[in-house]
Antibody, heavy 120, light 107 residues
């Protein structure tokens, strides 16, 4: 059974760095073909893909935020991470991590999401 | 970036209706189009991958079709649990992009 769960700070101030953790089970990021991505959704709005990381440590970033994003993984502990630097109110959203289907580019299992508010 | 446009943005329908949701890409995305269902306060759920492949556990009343730039999701007979928002997502080229969503509401 594949499960993912996100965790984060809840609230942070503008200019700070947002650190998110995705803890998953039912698959391994050391297995050939597997990957994890991050997607966010402002309240009442659509979905925005942020970044992917693959089993071989290949990484993809959304160019619109590329300079602010860092994705990483800890295969021993079945975790993936996302950092967003210099946040502002526009980064307020629910952040999801999701598994990338085997050698596929789509997300087949999602976490429940974690809400992040950026406010002074 | 490839732009994904969904129509209609809101669709009113009744239980038992057959409905079709549309998704149009700004350029050719081959078959790499997926459909997700999202209920209020929940994470998106994968329904259809690569245009017409039903994800495991999804009822057969959901089906997908299309190619190139135009894609559809069809629900053959609406059930009460199907009222939700539906998003399409293309992964033909990165950045992957989502459509703005179609909210399926009870008439």
């Amino acid at each position: 059974q594949v499960t993912l769960k996100e965790s984060g700070p809840g609230i942070l101030q503008p200019s700070q760095t947002l650190s998110l953790t995705c803890t998953f089970s039912g698959f391994s990021l050391s297995t050939y073909g597997m990957g994890v991505g991050w997607i966010r959704q402002p309240s009442g709005k659509g979905l925005e893909w942020l970044a992917n990381i693959w089993w071989d440590d290949d990484k993809y970033y959304n160019p619109s935020l590329k300079n602010r994003l860092t994705i990483s993984k800890d295969t021993s502990n079945n975790q993936a991470f996302l950092k967003i630097t210099n946040v502002d109110t526009a980064d307020t959203a629910t952040y999801y991590c999701a598994r990338l289907a085997y050698l596929g580019g789509y997300f087949d299992y999602w976490g429940q999401g974690v809400m992040v508010t950026v406010s002074s | 970036d490839i732009q994904m446009t969904q129509s209609p943005s809101v669709l009113s329908a009744s239980v038992g209706d057959r409905v079709t949701l549309n998704c149009k890409a700004s350029q050719n995305i081959n078959k790499y189009l997926n459909w997700y269902q999202q209920k209020l306060g929940e994470a998106p759920k994968l329904l259809i991958y690569n245009t017409n492949n039903l994800q495991t556990g999804i009822p057969s009343r959901f089906s997908g079709s299309g190619s190139g730039t135009d894609f559809t999701l069809t629900i053959s007979s609406l059930q009460p649990e199907d009222f939700a928002t539906y998003f399409c997502f293309q992964h033909n080229s990165w950045p992957g992009t989502f459509g703005g969503g179609t909210k399926l509401e009870l008439k």
